[in-house]
């Protein structure tokens, strides 16, 4: 998830979100992170020290369809390489002499 691009990470721990909310001050969080930042540290934006609630946030529909087409393009991008590596053993298999066992 670190790979992820920043715009599809949460702004308080860094994460790809699951589940993004966006403040009424335009910024983005994973919901359950904000939750207990929220929980912890009291109705504050942890960016602009505003007073936030959770009920005030919205659902981020555009970010999350954003954050399942990068998973998914990773998770393509994963089978790829997986593929590629293995063909590549099968054709230096495919150029190894048999077992020299029966050479004598």
Same mark, same amino acid.
């Given at each position: 998830a670190s790979k992820a691009p920043k715009e599809l990470r949460c702004t308080i721990d860094g994460k790809l979100m699951g589940e993004p909310v966006r403040s009424p001050h335009g910024h983005l969080y994973e919901k359950e992170t904000l939750?207990?930042?929220? /929980? #912890?540290? &009291?109705s504050v934006c942890p960016i602009?020290?505003?007073?936030?609630?959770?009920?005030?946030?919205?659902?981020? =529909?555009?970010?999350? /369809? /954003?954050? =399942?087409?990068?998973?998914?393009?990773? #998770?393509? #991008?994963h089978r790829d390489r997986q593929k590629q590596r293995q063909q590549q053993r099968e054709e230096a298999a495919a &150029?190894?002499?048999?077992?020299?066992g029966n050479l004598v």
């Amino acid at each position: 998830a670190s790979k992820a691009p920043k715009e599809l990470r949460c702004t308080i721990d860094g994460k790809l979100m699951g589940e993004p909310v966006r403040s009424p001050h335009g910024h983005l969080y994973e919901k359950e992170t904000l939750s207990v930042w929220l /929980q #912890r540290c &009291g109705s504050v934006c942890p960016i602009t020290g505003m007073a936030l609630r959770e009920e005030d946030c919205t659902p981020d =529909l555009e970010a999350q /369809q /954003q954050i =399942l087409e990068w998973v998914k393009g990773e #998770r393509r #991008r994963h089978r790829d390489r997986q593929k590629q590596r293995q063909q590549q053993r099968e054709e230096a298999a495919a &150029g190894q002499p048999e077992h020299a066992g029966n050479l004598v």
